[in-house]
């Protein structure tokens, strides 16, 4: 009878199956032990805002690191979807994913699995969690008359007062005013504030006001900032603004005690051969109230301010009984 040969696939089927749960599992414990470790070094972020189409919550979730897709995406243990691949560099990936229709002031916690090919098992993120907020279907943009720039014409130097006038929202939003004087100088303020332009030229300044949702309106005018005077001493029909004098502190609350210093330049007073006498002008460009001191022959001088506002000093210089000029002082002065 012939040989019979032996049956090579049966028996490494049965030598497979008697190893199996040996390099399996090893090579098991191998591949979830990399995949702890990968995610371990990937990182997940939550932000949540409005869609103002629907009124409703939305959340944009990033995840990045050495993870290869597929990755899925749980919200509140729930899963939600696989994530986008939006670039990878390397063996760096970057995904993002919009969860839309979220309902406006819940918290909501969101992880990322990946999920093992041998055994299905799902290995998790930390959890990161955010807040939706208020939203509303629609929103209207605030509006705003004008710009009105007091005064147009000002000599560098001096403060100017800028004011967005008749603003409103629709809807009621709390705004915020951005502003650009023109000369390089940008920040936020109030509707109502004060400027120095420290060169002259003309110089388009604009007030944008924004709302939380989005919403905005510019309004723009134009001021002419005059060089300042120098070499000769100002006149009572001439009387140019320079920097000249100081206040202490700069800010401090309703009541406190400020001390103003006036020093004039030297030019204006060195030919007056008789007494010296002041007055200070205080100006609230917030509530647009002014008010004077009575004449003093002292150049320092405490007041207490009552009203809360950005308030500019001015003051007149006078020579005997011929006033020779009037300053204004650099810094203004924040009561609040």
């Given at each position: ?6 049956r090579l696939?049966a028996?490494a089927?049965?030598?497979?199956v ?5 390099c ?17 070094q990937s ?12 009124g ?5 979730i990033t995840?990045?690191g ?7 995406l749980?919200r509140?243990?729930?899963l ?8 990878r ?22 992880r ?8 299905r ?11 939706v907020p208020?939203?509303?279907a629609?929103?209207?943009a ?7 720039i007091?005064p ?5 130097g001096?403060p100017?007062?800028?004011e967005?006038?008749g ?8 705004l915020?005013?951005?502003?650009n004087f ?20 003309q ?7 924004s709302d939380?949702?989005?919403g905005?309106?510019?309004v723009s005018?134009s ?10 001493a100002?006149?009572?029909s001439q009387?140019?603004l ?12 309703v ?18 051969h ?13 509530t ?7 004449w ?11 009203e ?7 003051y ?7 006033r ?6 650099r ?6």
């Open positions: 009878w012939p040989r019979s040969r032996p696939p028996i089927v049965v030598v497979a008697l190893l199996f749960p040996v399996g599992g090893a090579v098991y414990a191998v591949a979830r032990s990399k995949a702890i470790r990968l995610l371990g990182a997940i972020t939550a932000s949540a805002g409005c869609d103002p189409g629907s409703r919550g939305e959340a944009r995840f990045s050495p993870v290869a897709p597929p990755v899925l749980f509140d243990d729930q939600v979807g696989e994530l986008t691949l939006e670039t560099q390397d063996e760096q990936y970057k995904y993002g994913f919009l969860d839309r229709g979220l309902s406006p002031g819940t918290h909501v916690t969101y990322v699995a990946k999920q093992l090919w041998l055994t098992e799902r290995l998790y993120t930390a959890r990161v969690g955010t807040t208020a939203c509303r629609g929103n209207a605030p509006t705003s008359e004008g710009l009105a007091r147009t014409r000002s000599v560098a001096t100017v007062v800028v967005a006038t603003v409103s929202d629709p809807d009621g939003d709390t915020t005013v951005l502003w023109g000369d390089g100088v940008v920040r936020s303020g109030r509707a109502r504030d004060a400027h120095i332009f420290e060169n002259p030229g110089f388009v300044v604009t007030a944008t006001l939380p949702v989005g905005t309106v510019s005018d001021v002419e900032i005059l060089p300042r005077p120098a070499g000769r100002p006149t009572a009387t140019p320079y920097d000249a004098g100081s206040v202490t502190p700069l800010e401090g609350r009541g406190s005690t400020f001390l103003v210093t006036a020093r004039p330049p030297r030019e204006a007073t060195e030919r007056c008789a007494p010296l006498a002041y007055r200070f002008t205080f100006e609230n460009q917030l647009r109230t002014s008010w004077d001191s009575a003093v022959t002292s150049p320092t001088l405490p007041v207490h301010l009552d809360k506002g950005t308030v500019a000093v001015f007149a210089l006078r020579c005997g009984q011929r020779i000029g009037q300053y204004a002082l810094s203004l002065v924040r009561v609040y």
